[in-house]
């Protein structure tokens, strides 16, 4: 039987069109199923008949000022919490989500649930390295964070790296400024002691922020509010590098150089898109849960639905519960 | 009578050979002096006879594993302290190092003193934004911050952009993640509320890594531990897309298109570069202190300078208590 995975068809800039379109292209490629929740009058004529996208009715959509918590503990009609609730129900093994990311979390926290063992889940993002994958956790969803959670975190990320993306005994580092490991405060140099006696990690010690895209370890261990900071910063510079070397090649010298170069740096580019990963992985809750970026295209909820899938048949969850008890 | 800029000469990847160039290239394009602190029998020969360079005598070198206050306190003979020293002794009015950075920050706040009124000095950097530079205060002078001190750095920031770029009536955002200002801890909170009732300052609000570098404000406030993430991302970032470009134009097609466009390609790096502004500008001690890059080339070495005269033509300093008091 193939992996059902839950999708919030009314979140994200251009729900549901994207996401139905994406959707699509996901069951079209990969062996999974889809339970698409939201407005059923808006989505049954955009799915027409199709025999591995079932629409689950949602009257409401989460509006994008809401309190997250409240509104996962007020609210039933929602497409994200009718979503959750599939999956804690069994019907579906993941969800996926491109809409308001603090009421996903909340409903994967408050609905499905925290794994044994884990203290808080974390979101782990994938950043395009120079030569491979490099997990990012936390990426923005626990605002403060202990030194026992920052070691746990580098569990989940060693076990999302070793089973979802195949890197084999990957190495971890914990961001810190400057390279001596001693350097930070009290919280940071506890966390340093955790991962450096913890024999089941291949912990390297302290990363910067110039290491994000350079693969020098596999894991990047931080707090959500620094993560979150790398990973935008990375997105944002490399959206700006690209845009200013449009906006220069102006000449016509310069216009056929960049006519030429278009495949080149169009693969460049490529490997820098965010959607490339599907988008946040929420590690250490009780299913698959993938958090997409509200303006993700259509290839960006198609990956995120097969790494949904992929995570589900590698049995991801229970890998991590594995790794933390 | 020229601003005397005290320059150490021993810190930095290649010094003194690197410093020495550059400040050959500063003191014969702007009206200074430099006061060149370091070894003798190895600078004088360097330097031979030049009228506005003159060399003073530092046994010893910060060893790059010290302690920084350490350092400071224990010792009299490191090319860092003795600089310092010539800069609180009147000899010198400005303080400019490429060597151990929190030896440098430690001799500037132990030697030279903070300004009246300050809590707390920071590091201010310069990122190439898209329209005008952005100043990111704190880079990594301070690690835990409270909400007084970012609400202060707020206030060095727009005297820095105001009297050294040149901006006019600089805007101000808190580095925050996710857009509504509501969002993040207390501390944040808190800041945001003390930044937003301030009618001294243009605040726009919160700020994302990704506007890092699309001049959305002049100055972003942050303490020095997410500022110094920002800041090495952005670097490495940037960095990395262009040696992606590079090592993508292989075939001859792309080779000769990245020829047509190297001029163009060249400008966009040349924006990126980190040595533009001279480096880290500590704002908020008694004296003008730039802490260069380790890795700076002499041009680094050289803006620093003249930024270093600059910011005492200007009365960067004076600006500052102003502002503050």
Chains 1, 2 share one sequence.
Do not use: W
């Not at 959707?23 to 939201?38: F, I, Q």
């Not at 580092?173 to 913890?198: N, Q, S, T, V, Y």
């Not at 959206?239 to 090649?249: D, G, M, N």
């Amino acid at each position: 039987m193939s992996v059902v995975i839950a999708v919030d068809a009314m979140g994200g800039d251009s729900a549901p069109h994207s996401v139905v379109e994406g959707v699509r292209a996901a069951v079209d490629s990969a062996d999974l199923t889809v339970l698409l929740v939201g407005d059923e009058a808006v989505l049954q004529p955009l799915v027409v008949e199709h025999p591995r996208i079932a629409v689950r009715h949602a009257p409401r959509v989460v509006p994008q000022d809401a309190d997250p918590a409240e509104l996962v503990r007020g609210d039933e009609g929602t497409s994200i919490v009718v979503a959750a609730r599939a999956v804690k129900a069994g019907e579906a093994q993941a969800l996926v989500s491109a809409g308001h990311s603090g009421a996903t979390l909340a409903a994967a926290a408050l609905i499905i649930g925290r794994a044994p063992g884990i203290s808080r889940p974390g979101l782990a993002a994938v950043l395009p390295g120079a030569t491979r994958p490099t997990v990012l956790l936390d990426a923005g969803a626990n605002m403060d964070t202990t030194a026992q959670q920052l070691h746990q975190f580098a569990h989940l990320g060693t076990a999302f790296a070793e089973h979802l993306l195949h890197i084999d005994a990957p190495t971890s580092g914990l961001l810190a400024i400057g390279e001596e490991p001693g350097k930070g405060d009290a919280r940071m140099k506890e966390a340093h002691a955790l991962l450096a006696a913890d024999a089941g990690l291949h912990y390297r010690g302290s990363v910067e922020g110039r290491d994000a895209l350079t693969s020098l370890v596999d894991v990047i261990v931080t707090d959500g509010f620094a993560g979150n900071v790398l990973l935008k910063t990375c997105e944002g510079t490399a959206r700006e590098a690209f845009r200013r070397v449009r906006a220069e090649a102006t000449g016509l010298r310069a216009q056929l150089g960049g006519a030429l170069m278009r495949p080149a740096l169009r693969r460049v580019r490529d490997t820098l898109d965010p959607d490339t990963y599907g988008g946040g992985h929420l590690l250490g809750t009780n299913a698959v849960v993938i958090v997409v970026h509200g303006s993700a295209r259509p290839h960006g909820i198609a990956q995120a639905c097969r790494y949904a899938a992929e995570g589900v048949e590698c049995d991801l969850v229970g890998a991590i519960s594995a790794r933390v008890s």
